[in-house]
């Protein structure tokens, strides 16, 4: 199809989970949770934002949207303005509950604009990764998001980098999802600026084990997602997340704070140990949570023309 307005593009994202425990600003992980969205291109620069699902009454439905920010972005990056453009979402992913919400935004927005402007730029991986961390600040949940699976992301000199795994099949994903929210800047504002030598070292240890455990032997799972550099300090944000890792932890289950929270997310050992930490969840809860049962997500982001062709 050619470029120019008329031109529509379909857009499906995952949400991701990061940190899993000790991997923090550094592991992330592609959940079967997506978002989607058609974007078709207009004459001249009018807006037009339709949004349903999540976030229909807070999302804003002008330039400040933050997928149509990330199109800007991208267009920018090859020196063009983004065109005029009509937007339609359909959100699914959590808002406000560490499962990658923005991260999932600001990856859209970068996949759309890459169809829309397929045939006149292209975008390697390593262009897609860098857009989305100049957007989103850190790439842990950008690179599941955009590529899937389990992801190593980590900056150097050349700027953002990832490596994708693939994970084992016995882990089986569970996100425990509160009714409340909580904001990603507050949970970081929580955490000191240092710590202790020994903790690090306790970290570095348990997040090589974690490769290991998600790629390898899940068995290991309890002893690698074990963490001493964020959950602890922002705990007295969330209680209830708090109380519930700690119930889930205590009975076995390898349960974390789901990026900054307040979702948890348990990775189970099998269909049946998943099953048991959601009757266990159910129990130890006050207020009301949804369990979602969850498969990895191996592809991530992806793009074609909204008319099915690819």
């Known amino acids: 199809m050619s470029s120019g307005p008329g031109r529509r593009v379909a857009v499906r994202v995952p949400a991701t989970s990061a940190n899993l425990g000790p991997g923090f600003d550094t592991l992330g992980l592609a959940l079967s949770v997506y978002d989607e969205l058609v974007v078709e291109q207009l004459d001249g620069d009018r807006l037009e934002i339709e949004v349903e699902g999540e976030g229909t009454v807070d999302v ?14 991208t267009y920018a990056s090859v020196g063009r303005s983004l065109p005029g453009l009509r937007l339609t979402a359909h959100n699914v992913i959590p808002h406000g509950r560490g499962m990658g919400s923005s991260g999932a935004a600001v990856v859209a927005g970068i996949l759309a604009a890459k169809g829309l402007l397929e045939g006149e730029a292209a975008f ?19 690179a599941p998001g955009l590529f899937g699976g389990l992801t190593i992301a980590w900056m150097d000199a050349a700027g953002p980098q990832h490596k994708q795994l693939i994970v084992h099949r016995g882990v089986s994903p569970l996100v425990f999802v509160p009714s409340f929210t909580m904001s990603t800047a507050v949970a970081r504002s929580l955490q000191p600026l240092q710590v202790p030598r020994e903790d690090a070292v306790f970290n570095v240890s348990r997040s090589a084990l974690l490769i290991a455990a998600m790629t390898q032997s899940p068995e290991l799972l309890m002893a690698a997602t074990e963490d001493k550099l964020h959950q602890n300090y922002r705990a007295q944000a969330m209680p209830e997340t708090d109380r519930l890792v700690r119930a889930l932890r205590a009975e076995g289950y390898a ?7 307040p979702s948890v997310l348990v990775l189970a050992d099998g ?3 998943r099953l048991e930490a959601a009757d266990l969840m159910a129990s130890v809860v006050d207020t009301p949570w949804q369990a ?9 982001g992806t793009v074609k023309n909204a008319e099915g062709s690819a």
């Open 60 to 73: 804003p439905r002008d330039a400040s949207h933050l997928v149509v920010r990330a199109m800007a972005h």
């Open 292 to 300: 979602l049962m969850l498969a990895v997500d191996v592809k991530g």
């Open 255 to 261: 349960a974390v704070v789901s990026g900054a929270g």
């Open 271 to 273: 269909p049946g140990q």
């Open 124 to 142: 390697s991986d390593v262009d897609l990764l860098r857009l989305a961390t100049e957007m989103e600040g850190h790439p842990d949940n950008v």
